[in-house]
């Protein structure tokens, strides 16, 4: 916004630019020539957040963007009422007060929501209702600011143009986040629990196949017992492993690709729960003849071992 002609930023949190990063940011933000103002306001108090307006000597203002966020992961049954608290006030009140607070008539008034309200994560019941009330309130604006007749208009040239083409399927998704699932029966990556919901099947795609046989340009229906079967020497099958256990993960990561998974790291640092643990040892179990317990799982030191430690307890690899 900076590079793009903004002179006025307000930039509100609890506590303010305390830290190091948040000092070189306004330093970075002051150089560009932008008056930075960083109040030290919670928004989800409604009489702090009014003060805080009050006492700007930026007039008017003319758009916001609310960014506030809280994370407290749990499964629903062990969450406490704090954390339902802790995650919802932010997105909830804090969103709500901005809209009582702030000017009608601003040109922009942008919510970040997630694509959890669509599908939901089973440990964030809390973020996942903060969102979907965020949503809730983008549609409430909607009623009375809307689109006007023109803007709407344009709108529908645009989008109706027969020549109008997209780079990639995601980039015709209306909701932001939620990629194309891709089936591939050689890796089985469709992983997450909403991702085998029958309302999501269109998100799903076969994999392009390759006009010269027919047949997926991945190798085709082989799956990955027949690759592990087929590597001939453990380096090869743990290879094969590895590949299949960063995609089986990278699909229970929202917006993440398997290249970017780092190998060194644990199966822990990337979030995975007990219920997950629980699936991927089913899926140990399934594709690599693997029958590994769960503290085995969650107690590897990266993705590397794990790999190395289902190979070894694979009967297909001890068939060789």
């Known amino acids: 916004m900076a590079e793009r002609g903004v002179k006025n930023l307000v930039l509100l949190s609890r506590s303010g630019p305390k830290t190091k990063e948040a000092e070189d940011l306004i330093r970075e933000l002051k150089e560009l020539g932008v008056n930075?103002?960083?109040?030290?306001?919670?928004?989800?108090?409604?009489?702090?957040?009014?003060?805080?307006?009050?006492?700007?000597?930026?007039?008017?203002?003319?758009?916001?963007?609310?960014?506030?966020?809280?994370?407290?992961?749990?499964?629903?049954?062990?969450?406490?009422?704090?954390?339902?608290?802790?995650?919802?006030?932010?997105?909830?009140?804090?969103?709500?007060?901005?809209?009582?607070?702030?000017?009608?008539?601003?040109?922009?008034?942008?919510?970040?929501?997630?694509?959890?309200?669509?599908?939901?994560?089973?440990?964030?019941?809390?973020?996942?209702?903060?969102?979907?009330?965020?949503?809730?309130?983008?549609?409430?604006?909607?009623?009375?600011?809307?689109?006007?007749?023109?803007?709407?208009?344009?709108?529908?040239?645009?989008?109706?143009?027969?020549?109008?083409?997209?780079?990639?399927?995601?980039?015709?998704?209306?909701?932001?986040?939620?990629?194309?699932?891709?089936?591939d029966p050689e890796l089985d990556p469709l992983g997450t629990i909403w991702g085998r919901n029958p309302m999501f099947k269109a998100l799903r795609r076969l994999k392009e196949m390759d006009s010269s046989n027919g047949r997926a340009s991945n190798g085709g229906n082989r799956n990955v017992a027949s690759l592990l079967a087929a590597a001939q020497t453990t380096e090869e099958a743990i290879e094969v492993v590895l590949k299949a256990l960063t995609t089986r993960l990278s699909s229970t990561i929202a917006g993440m690709d398997p290249e970017e998974m780092d190998q060194a790291k644990s199966i822990q640092s990337y979030g995975v729960d007990s219920l997950q643990t629980m699936e991927l040892r089913s899926w140990f179990l399934r594709f690599f003849r693997a029958d590994l317990p769960t503290f085995s799982i969650l107690g590897s030191p990266s993705l590397t071992a794990l790999a190395i430690t289902i190979v070894e307890r694979s009967t297909i690899c001890a068939k060789k």
């Open 36 to 183: 930075c103002v960083v109040p030290a306001c919670d928004i989800t108090n409604r009489n702090m957040l009014y003060k805080t307006l009050q006492d700007l000597d930026i007039s008017p203002i003319r758009g916001c963007i609310q960014s506030s966020m809280v994370l407290q992961s749990a499964l629903f049954s062990d969450m406490t009422h704090d954390d339902w608290v802790d995650v919802t006030a932010c997105k909830v009140a804090g969103s709500w007060n901005l809209h009582e607070l702030l000017p009608n008539d601003l040109d922009f008034f942008i919510l970040l929501s997630s694509v959890q309200a669509v599908f939901g994560a089973r440990t964030q019941a809390n973020y996942n209702a903060a969102s979907t009330y965020m949503d809730g309130l983008a549609h409430h604006r909607n009623t009375y600011h809307g689109v006007d007749t023109n803007d709407y208009h344009a709108l529908l040239d645009y989008y109706c143009n027969p020549a109008l083409t997209f780079s990639t399927p995601g980039d015709a998704q209306v909701t932001i986040g939620m990629k194309l699932l891709h089936v």
